[in-house]
């Protein structure tokens, strides 16, 4: 049962690069959410997704997009990336349906820096 | 707009303690608040919620709403406890759940 997995876990990019972290997830949610967790910040979110084919801007949404192509998966791109982008990267979803607690299941996160 | 404030950053006990996580929100309706957890090394997991008035590992957290707070209380520390503590809050309506600064406990020995 993997729940939430995230890719890559680890990545180092120099400025101006760009890259995707992908987020999938095997319990058929309706909504996905990318954060970034930065020190004496929490957890700030970029986007979120309450369907396929939908997306939506969260707090600190520049210098990032996203697609939500399949209902599994929730892809973060970085175009072009800078140093002030140098974070940890959570993805989570959680159910829509009737009865739905608001529990939000995450994945391990991955760390990204930026060069 | 909804916010969520965790005054503290850090906080220390030792084993035993006390130890309360102050949690504050600002939201004009009706809010479900949630605290959740980050061990070392373990990706976050909820804790606890308010509709469910349960107490997990020792934890609970009462919903004022004439403070507008969610402070999360254990009455004795365990060093196992020591981790980062996050309050949310989610909108009736609303899709998005917003998160605090986060309070790292830390429990000494």
């Known amino acids: 049962n993997a729940g939430v997995t995230q890719t890559p876990k680890f990545r180092v990019l120099k400025t101006g690069q760009s890259m995707t972290l992908l987020c999938a997830q095997d319990?058929?949610?309706?909504?996905m959410y990318w954060y970034r967790q930065d020190p004496g910040m929490g957890l700030r979110l970029i986007h979120y997704?309450?369907?396929?084919?939908?997306?939506a801007k969260g707090e600190v949404p520049d210098g990032y997009n996203v697609s939500r192509l399949k209902k599994q998966n929730f892809l973060l791109g970085l175009e072009s990336a800078a140093p002030s982008q140098t974070s940890v990267y959570f993805c989570?979803?959680?159910?829509?349906?009737?009865?739905?607690?608001?529990?939000?299941?995450f994945g391990e996160g991955s760390r990204l820096t930026v060069l | 707009a909804q916010r969520v404030t965790q005054p503290e950053k850090l906080l220390s006990v030792f084993k035993g303690a006390p130890v309360e996580l102050k949690c504050n929100y600002s939201y004009s309706g009706s809010p479900e608040l949630f605290w959740y957890v980050q061990y070392s090394r373990q990706r976050l997991q909820l804790l606890l919620r308010h509709i469910s008035r349960e107490s997990i590992k020792g934890f609970t957290a009462d919903l004022n709403k004439g403070e507008t707070s969610f402070h999360l209380k254990k009455p004795f520390a365990q060093e196992e406890d020591s981790a980062m503590y996050y309050c949310a809050l989610i909108t009736t309506s609303g899709s998005r759940l917003t998160f605090g600064e986060g309070t790292q406990l830390t429990v000494n020995p």
């Open positions: 319990m058929n949610h309706e909504y």
């Open positions: 997704s309450v369907g396929e084919g939908t997306t």
């Open positions: 989570a979803s959680r159910s829509r349906d009737r009865g739905d607690t608001g529990e939000l299941f």
